[in-house]
């Protein structure tokens, strides 16, 4: 190497040892966070977003400050997150709707598979395939299913809402079993568990805190559950894959992103900051009274459930014919 050379080399070692610590070094929040809940407070979003926001800042050592934006099916705090500067300062809790909307919506101003950083799936909220017994002589899917083909012109089950994880679970559930039965939608789990009740419709999927007491009560019964593997609170109710539909598997879900371009020192304190306040006991004894199952996911794998929870929602929403409603 010649003089020339190594004083050029000299000269560079600090820069790049420089960037070398920039790129390596933990990062910190500067001012309070501001997370976006793009839904009305008192809902399933705006419940983990604020219990979430007291450990994660006692953690990061700056308020995180909920701030509800809601308003069509979550785009809007969606499209308020997506225009945030990204500097690790704006964060969003958003529901499965976030790989569901890109399918409903149209002119949307930003990209839902472009404009985020995911962080973390945070929560699982299993369902819950309900029947009322009085109406219904069925204990599990296959007796369903063998009871329901020979009327199913005449039938029709509720859900929370069009293209809510129930509307879909539903609509994935039917399509596997080759049943057209008709679709209600209510404006919340409640008014259709109510008329599910009332035996004027045959089935809904419904989440555990809405329909575990029922069940227990023995007012419905629990044909199968849409996770994976049985839940805690029901280990003697098989899940639908388990009775004949192999792979099935559709929860509501809640997940933390950043907007696109956010550092990447400053998405893994986030994901650090989210996984501690999710391993705080108060907030494990709030998920659990709600039927959440608390995740954590690092945000690679988070990043491909999304991706792959796009694909499989737009399938379902063409397949049954889905519109925005």
């Known amino acids: 190497m010649n003089r020339r050379s190594l004083i050029t080399a000299a000269l560079a070692a600090p820069a790049l040892a420089s960037v070398a610590r920039a790129q390596g070094a933990a990062w910190s929040p500067s001012r309070p966070i501001r997370l976006i809940a793009p839904y009305p407070p008192g809902g399933g979003v705006d419940t983990t977003s604020r219990l979430l926001a007291g450990p994660m800042g006692a953690l990061l050592g700056q308020p995180v400050v909920v701030e509800n934006?809601?308003?069509?099916g979550g785009s809007i705090g969606a499209a308020e997150l997506a225009r945030s500067a990204p500097d690790g300062h704006s964060i969003m809790v958003?529901?499965?709707?976030?790989?569901?909307?890109?399918?409903?919506?149209?002119?949307?101003?930003?990209?839902?598979?472009?404009?985020?950083?995911?962080?973390s799936q945070v929560v699982v909220l299993p369902q819950i395939l309900a029947v009322n017994p009085q109406k219904v002589p069925?204990?599990?899917?296959?007796?369903?299913l063998a009871w329901a083909r020979p009327r199913a012109r005449e039938l029709s089950y509720g859900s929370s809402g069009n293209a809510t994880a129930a509307h879909l679970a539903a609509a994935l559930f039917l399509n596997r079993a080759g049943l057209d039965i008709t679709h209600v939608p209510y404006r919340g789990g409640t008014p259709a568990l109510q008329d599910l009740l009332g035996g004027n419709i045959v089935f809904v999927f419904g989440t555990v805190s809405s329909t575990l007491q029922l069940v227990r009560d023995g007012r419905l019964v629990a044909l199968g559950v849409s996770t994976a593997q049985r839940i805690a609170?029901?280990?003697?109710?098989?899940?639908?894959?388990?009775?004949?539909?192999?792979?099935?598997?559709?929860?509501?879900?809640?997940?933390?992103?950043?907007?696109?371009?956010?550092?990447?020192?400053?998405?893994?304190?986030?994901f650090e900051a989210a996984r501690h306040a999710l391993a705080d006991a108060t907030v494990r004894q709030r998920l659990d009274a709600l039927g959440a199952l608390p995740l954590g996911t690092e945000p690679a794998a988070f990043a491909r459930h999304?991706?792959?929870q796009r694909e499989l929602m737009g399938r379902i929403v063409r397949e049954a014919r889905i519109e925005a409603g």
Do not use: C, S
């Not at 958003?94 to 985020?116: C, E, G, K, Q, W």
């Not at 069925?138 to 369903?144: G, N, Y």
């Open 138 to 144: 069925a204990k599990t899917v296959q007796e369903f």
């Open 94 to 119: 958003d529901a499965m709707a976030h790989t569901v909307n890109p399918h409903l919506i149209r002119n949307l101003p930003f990209d839902y598979a472009t404009a985020f950083a995911p962080i």
């Open 306 to 308: 999304v991706a792959e």
């Open 69 to 72: 934006r809601a308003g069509a």
């Open 233 to 270: 609170p029901l280990p003697e109710v098989p899940t639908i894959a388990e009775q004949g539909f192999e792979g099935f598997e559709l929860n509501e879900w809640n997940g933390l992103y950043a907007p696109a371009g956010t550092p990447a020192p400053a998405v893994q304190r986030l």
